[in-house]
């Protein structure tokens, strides 16, 4: 076999081949829906498909993120490493729902400059202003101290949970798919928050303080969770989402087992407010996403046209 | 014959983190076709988030181009979903030769309940034999895995997660 030429002014030249089948790990992306069929089911408007795959996707991204700063940072390695499990899980969510809202309708994706190699996912996690975002508020809060993310992660995964087992039942077979699948790693996320929240109320003063401080920081972000914008509205009435109002009552079920068993009562702090009704699923969001992307984004925007 | 071939290259391609297992055992290799004079191998992802992806295909990639196949393409098939139900007997033995736990049966299909206690398991020490162990964490180094320690041996070991 001919020795290519070394090309020695250029110390990353040669990770730049067209052919990555020599190396141990792949150096090039994945498309994470590559032959999968992603048409669009009959009777649902492309642009609402995508735009709920955002909403979706973006929920998971934004808490990936902030659960990935906890890495190196976490009380023990054990929850260092879950933590960054859970991250991956979500990141793997996040890729297919942001891929599936691209495939549906491009017209969301960013504009980059031409000949830009990066996929549409990463133009859509990389490229977007905290306004294109449509995640939920609750998810893009700092951490705060671990009560606060344990709080926060059992109130977000309870609530997935519920939405996912119900979008198995899609229209839309893709959908179905990433949720069939995200039901199975939720349980262990939500199953993971639930037991560290009893963990900590039943521990010392101290650990129930900080728990219970955190639950009540985040209360205030929940109430969004169950609110259903008119995207939700349209793509459940399509049979290929959920009405997230439909999730309330067994939220507050699953979530009531855990406080009740924890000894803790339901906080009673009232919904932090939108703006004029308008609140994350919109694009509104609070000053802490802004923060977070631009550390999120800062190098993919240096370098539009970079590989990795 | 020629995707006989071609099925026999892939199904002795192994997983880049658990390399004691073929993709086969392993149960993400869902199929593989010939179409035309293209390769189209067909894999599933154990988590939504697997790193290992990547690898998968490249690994697959570059062993049918080895075996002569110019032509390969690696598709992904979301549905249905892996489950650690996929691991065939033969992969189940190979992880436990190799130290690690394999899987129960994966929980049914239905609502999941939150129990709020560790998961209960009947676990072996793949090293002693002992049942006495005791689960360090529900999450380790791959994304598939919990930590568990022997209480005889002392050991600590990995357990392939049901799923």
């Not at chain 1, 599936?100 to 977007?128: K, Q």
């Amino acid at each position: 076999m001919p020795v290519e030429p070394v090309e020695h002014d250029n110390a990353y030249e040669g990770l730049m081949g067209g052919n990555d089948a020599h190396w141990a790990f792949g150096t090039d992306f994945e498309d994470p829906l590559a032959g999968v069929d992603t048409t669009v089911p009959d009777g649902v408007d492309p642009a609402d498909l995508a735009a709920y795959c955002l909403m979706l996707g973006d929920d998971a991204l934004v808490l990936s993120h902030r659960l990935s700063e906890w890495c190196s940072n976490a009380p023990d390695l054990e929850e260092d490493i879950a933590l960054a499990n859970i991250a991956l899980d979500l990141l793997g969510q996040a890729r297919l729902l942001l891929a599936r809202a691209a495939a549906a309708d491009p017209a969301c994706v960013p504009a980059l400059p031409d000949g830009s190699p990066v996929p549409a996912e990463d133009a859509l996690g990389f490229f977007r202003d905290d306004h294109g975002f449509r995640n939920v508020r609750l998810v893009e809060a700092d951490n705060g101290d671990f009560g606060e993310t344990i709080a926060r992660l059992l109130v977000f995964s309870v609530w997935r949970m519920a939405l996912l087992e119900r979008l198995r039942g899609s229209r839309d077979a893709v959908l179905a798919a990433v949720a069939a699948k995200g039901v199975k790693e939720t349980a262990y996320h939500r199953d993971f928050a639930g037991r560290w929240f009893l963990t900590l109320a039943r521990g010392t003063d101290e650990s129930r303080r900080r728990v219970l401080d955190g639950l009540a920081r985040v209360w205030p972000t929940r109430a969004e969770l169950f609110v259903t914008h008119d995207v939700e509205r349209r793509v459940a009435r399509a049979g290929v989402g959920v009405d997230p109002a439909t999730l309330l009552e067994e939220a507050d079920e699953v979530l009531g087992q855990v406080l009740s068993a924890s000894g803790v009562e339901r906080p009673g702090a009232a919904p932090l407010a939108g703006v004029s009704g308008r609140a994350g699923r919109d694009g509104l969001h609070t000053e802490a996403l802004g923060r977070m992307l631009a550390m999120m984004q800062v190098v993919a925007r240096e370098h539009p046209g970079g590989r990795w | 014959m020629v995707s006989v071939l071609a099925a026999d290259v892939a199904a002795r391609v192994t997983d880049p983190e658990l390399p004691m297992l073929t993709l086969a055992d392993l149960g993400v290799l869902r199929d593989v076709a010939v179409e035309d004079d293209t390769v189209v191998v067909t894999i599933t992802p154990t988590y939504s988030g697997c790193p290992a992806m990547a690898t998968m295909r490249d690994d697959l990639v570059r062993s049918l181009h080895e075996a002569g196949f110019a032509e390969v393409r690696v598709d992904v098939r979301l549905h249905p979903a892996w489950s650690s139900d996929d691991i065939t007997d033969e992969g189940r033995r190979r992880l436990a030769r190799a130290g690690i736990s394999p899987p129960g049966p994966a929980p049914a299909h239905g609502p999941v309940a939150l129990s709020l206690l560790p998961t209960r398991r009947t676990i072996s020490c793949p090293r002693c034999g002992s049942d006495r162990a005791e689960l360090t964490s529900e999450f380790g180094a791959t994304a598939c895995k919990a930590l568990y320690r022997c209480a005889d041996c002392l050991e600590p070991f990995e357990h392939v997660k049901e799923i």
